[in-house]
């Protein structure tokens, strides 16, 4: 299945404002970002960031849902994130033999 997902921290929450404050407790960037290789079980099709608005979107695809949660776990320590299922709509297009027509 598709999700799209779109996480939002804020500027309090943020580990690239907490990391320039040189706070020592922040993990490095190589491993706060690490989420957007995903993984065996969740492949990440897209990752786009607003850094004005500190919100992520992505496209990832995965079978399982609980395996998504576990790969932005520490994602939703800093803000909301909401996983939506969603549809290939390019994908149905050439399904339906309508691409191009």
Known sequence: ???HVMAQHYWDTCVGAQRAKGDPDVKPRV???????GNDKVKVISAIGHQTLHRIFAIVE????AEIQALLA???WRG???VL???DMIAQRK???EWGK
Do not use: A, C, K, L
């Not at 491993?31 to 290789?37: A, F, G, L, N, S």
């Not at 995965?62 to 849902?65: G, L, M």
């Open 62 to 65: 995965s079978d399982d849902y």
């Open 85 to 87: 299922p969603v549809n």
């Open 80 to 82: 909301p994130i909401e």
């Open 1 to 3: 299945m598709i999700f």
């Open 74 to 76: 520490d994602e939703m």
């Open 31 to 37: 491993d706060t970002q690490r989420w957007v290789e």
């Open 95 to 97: 399904g339906f033999g």
